[in-house]
Nanobody, 120 residues
Framework: QVQLVESGGGLVQPGGSLRLSCAAS????????MGWYRQAPGKQRELVAT???????NYADSVKDRLTISRDNAKNTVNMQVNSLEPGETAVYYC??????????????WGQGTQVAVSS
């Protein structure tokens, strides 16, 4: 069993910054990809950013100039900061991991999600 514990989120003023953290624990063999997706009301879940164990990153075009993502492979944690947030980025943000767990099963895990509201 694998647990993802997300922290951060809440109410952010327009133009403000968001910092999210996620820690994975449990029966982990190796996590290849960690990152964040988000789902706004009435919309599909979409990529925000991911980072591989080798440090390669993948960003959504809408955030790539405003975002920093980093991970600690030894601690199985990922941190993300997004600056200059806009009201349209109000969403539930989900931690995402992909790797080998337990008896080397290759699969993805999702966190429960943390609500982010961008509003004055």
């Amino acid at each position: 069993q694998v647990q993802l514990v997300e922290s951060g989120g809440g109410l952010v003023q327009p133009g403000g910054s968001l910092r999210l953290s996620c820690a994975a624990s449990g029966s982990i063999f190796s996590i290849y990809v960690m990152g964040w997706y988000r789902q706004a009301p009435g919309k599909q879940r979409e990529l925000v950013a991911t980072v591989t164990s080798g440090g390669n990153t993948n960003y959504a075009d809408s955030v790539k100039d405003r975002l920093t993502i980093s991970r600690d492979n030894a601690k199985n944690t990922v941190n993300m900061q997004v600056n200059s947030l806009e009201p349209g980025e109000t969403a539930v943000y989900y931690c995402y991991t992909y790797g080998r767990y337990g008896s080397s099963t290759l699969r993805a895990y999702w966190g429960q999600g943390t609500q982010v509201a961008v509003s004055s």
